[in-house]
């Protein structure tokens, strides 16, 4: 009928240089670069300390709940709403976990689970009055911040709780032993270094064979070597600095799987794809025969048994628990959220991109502690980073358009 | 030598990697309606984006000469001062302020650094009686109907010491009455002196109205003509906009109908809010299979709600009735059920209720049946390419590949991912709710060709639809709806516009 108008649409388009590449990509890479470049700065202003192992051993235990939060409130945000009540909750499961430790001396093993569940419930609970009865994230959870910072302070009764037993202290301190037996270097760090990579290297070169069968792939291949071997060669560089000092921490391990778990669900399974579907237009969604209602639900439950999770191993890292713990976690999870790309009005965001997002938080206050700045300008400093990173993705997306 | 008001000269604009707009020509003479017509993205909008000042000077070659003078525009303020004033097609009222405050918005009357209200509503008043709307200038724009408002953005334009106004697709989602009144509405002002530009589809408009046309065909000026000189047919003006003659608007099809698919018997609906308006009155009606059925009436006659209370209880839950597919009673009281029972439900606003905007093709195509490219949860992302990519052949959409947004296509190509996401969802009935509004002539062509085939493959296809000839062209059978009631039944032999209306009128 009308072949003429067929033509425009070209089938294939001849793959970009590496430098348009990266230009039309700024937005996927931006954060990435930034956080490089912030490492960078630091590792040069503290005169080498930050990338120290036992630096960066701390580095990783200090922001591992912050990060572990991070996933769960990007599914939120994506989803359309927001959570404020992540540090309260982080604080009661905390006190939750002490009262059932120290003052009623119950095992880890029933400990633990107990505390996950008790978070699942929380957010459960939350989640029910936003999903099913339309009550506005905002007040929901902004009321479950003021229940649970109070409930922390009735379970304490105004005091901190602990010490707790070695067994608790493990969700935090403990390391991967050397299988190997050498020990320092700890040979089972770079295995496990090595190993990683070698997956992440694999199913990069899966996803890309595949996608260059049906002739969708515009990345350079410059791009995709140089990009793998950036990737690989970093993680076994950082594994091989914490084999030097006691190995990897059993919290890096979690966050790890934790990361690579929920970048399955968000990329690959239909529940994830919901998610996104939710977030980008409710009502579409639910005309389309997407149960809305229990997805938001499912998601504030799963982020209570995330900030449990969190507020399990704070605990287990300050060994104590006090009724100030987890206080304004909130708003660094939710600023790594936005510094990692995710929109505020839903429907977009990654959970890599959240990660990178809470290590930037991270690596400033850790550098900036190093360097001897005041609480004062750190929060100035952290302040401007946020609106900065925002202004940065609002502009990239504008151009684009 | 009549006098210019408004001359485009060679206009280009280019978008990264799009020429948008290729040596574009207009010329408006004072006083004249000037119809701009063209395909969706044939470059109508850019190009009035470009003499507002949305591109602002500089960002475009060419010239704008307004009353002789060539202007260099860096905002709308500054084309506004001039008097040049769009309305867009979306309105940009404020729901909840009154009219007088709408239409003083960002141009009020002001004293001292304090508005003046008294006179802001008096000026108001005068001006609602210009355009014709019986209103107080105290209500509050949410509670006016969509004609009503649209005649609030002209007030508000007047407000403005207008010279030239331009209306971007002002008529299409008005009633037939409403448009009328809008068209006579720009007569009257062409009386006084103002110039137009109006942007249409609708051939009728234009040759009621229109003085001159000028036809843009992929962002470049196709032709201008001269209404008064010479005698210009529709036929002429498709065949500018669309490169070839189509000599039939609605194709042609042979109607093989077959059993019986659905049925909906005592069906009746209330209002979600309040059990006292009933929205829907004992409707019955059955679609068979290669059946294409109408449902006609004017808008707020409940054609909507009947569409949303069947597919799945989407307009509340004050609802009676029974549906059988194939002579089963099913159970359709939510969307997954009604979408497992083979119904599917193509909306009438495809922006805010059929499309994830952000989101690519291939995601929005399997969004309504994930299951089939999945297994135990997991998508297969290989078969979920190749199936949004065979549908974007088989419907023709026109982008380079399945990863663009939905965002960045025109309404045609939007309507096709709409289609293709229900087809894939394998209905047997599709519920299609106005679905060629706002699309082009070129595409409507192709919609109709796919509702067509649909019917061949034996589905039954129920089409919602306020313009008449598209009801005539396509169906095998009309009900005609009116207050919440059929008022009538019209086989394809019995059918007319004129027997449509009367049904309507008398019921």
Known sequence: ?401 | MENIILEMRGITKTFPGVKALDNVNLKVKEGEIHALVGENGAGKSTLMKVLSGVYPHGSYQGDILFNGEVMAFSGIADSEKQGIIIIHQELALVPLLSIAENVFLGNENIEGGIINWPHTFKRTQELLKKVGLKESSATLVGRLGVGKQQLVEIAKALAKDVKLLILDEPTSALQENDSAKLLDLLLEFKAQGISSILITHKLNEISRVADSITVIRDGASVSTLDCQVNDISEADIIRDMVGRDIANRYPARDSHIGELLMQVREWNVWHPDSLDRQMIHDIEFHVRAGEVVGIAGLMGSGRTELAMSLFGKSYGKNIQGKVSLRGQEVDVSTVPKAIQCGLAYVTEDRKELGLILEETIQTNTTLANLERVSSRGVIDETIERRVSEEYRKAMRIRTPSVFQKVMNLSGGNQQKVVLSKWLYSQPDVLILDEPTRGIDVGAKFEIYSIINQLADDGKGVVMISSEMPELLGMCDRIYVMNEGRFVGELDKAQASQEKIMSMIVNA
């Open chain 1, 1 to 401: 009928m009308d072949t003429t108008k067929e033509t425009i649409s070209t089938e294939a388009q001849a793959a970009p240089t590496v430098g348009a590449y990266l230009k039309s990509h700024m937005r996927d890479y931006g954060m990435l670069i930034a956080l490089i470049v912030i490492m960078g700065m630091f590792q040069f202003l503290t005169d080498g300390t930050l990338m120290r192992p036992a630096n960066l051993t701390n580095l990783f235990l200090q922001n591992s709940y912050i990060i572990i939060m991070a996933i769960g409130m990007l599914l939120v945000i994506v989803a359309g709403h927001i959570d404020l009540s992540v540090g309260s909750v982080v604080g009661f499961i905390g006190a939750l976990a002490a009262v059932m430790s120290v003052n009623y001396h119950l095992p880890t093993i029933v400990v633990v689970p107990v505390c996950l569940i008790a978070g699942l419930i929380i957010g459960g609970i939350q989640g029910y009055w936003i999903a099913y009865w339309r009550i506005p994230a905002f007040i929901v959870t902004l009321a479950g911040m003021l229940v649970f910072r109070g409930l922390t302070l009735t379970l304490l009764q105004g005091q901190s709780v602990g010490p707790f037993p070695d067994s608790f202290q493990l969700l935090s301190t403990g390391f991967i032993p050397d299988v190997f037996g050498v020990g320092r270097p700890n040979v089972t760090a770079i295995a496990i270094g090595v190993i990683t990579s070698s997956i992440i290297v694999f199913l990069a070169a899966r996803t890309r064979s595949r996608a260059l069968k049906y002739g969708i792939q515009d990345e350079p291949f410059v791009f995709f070597i140089v990009k793998n071997a950036l990737i690989a060669g970093a993680i076994i560089y950082l594994c091989y600095l914490l084999s030097t000092y006691r190995g990897l921490p059993n919290v890096l391990i979690t966050m790890g799987v934790l990361i690579a778990i929920y970048t399955f669900v968000t990329n690959s399974t239909v529940i994830g794809r919901r998610i996104y579907a939710l977030g980008g237009n409710e009502k579409a969604a639910k005309l389309s025969g997407i149960n809305t209602e229990r997805l938001t639900f499912l998601t504030f439950a799963n982020m209570g048994m995330l900030a449990a999770a969190a507020g399990l191993i704070f605990a287990a890292r300050l060994n104590t628990a006090t009724p100030k713990a987890g206080f304004a976690f909130e708003l660094d999870v939710i600023a790594a959220v936005f510094i990692g790309g995710a929109s505020m009005s839903g429907g977009v965001g990654k959970i890599i991109g959240a990660v990178i997002g809470a290590f930037i938080m991270g690596v400033m206050n850790n550098g900036m502690s190093i360097m001897g700045i005041g609480i004062d300008w750190q929060q100035v400093i952290k302040g401007l980073v946020l609106l900065l990173a925002v202004i940065f993705d609002v502009y990239n997306k504008q151009k684009a358009r």
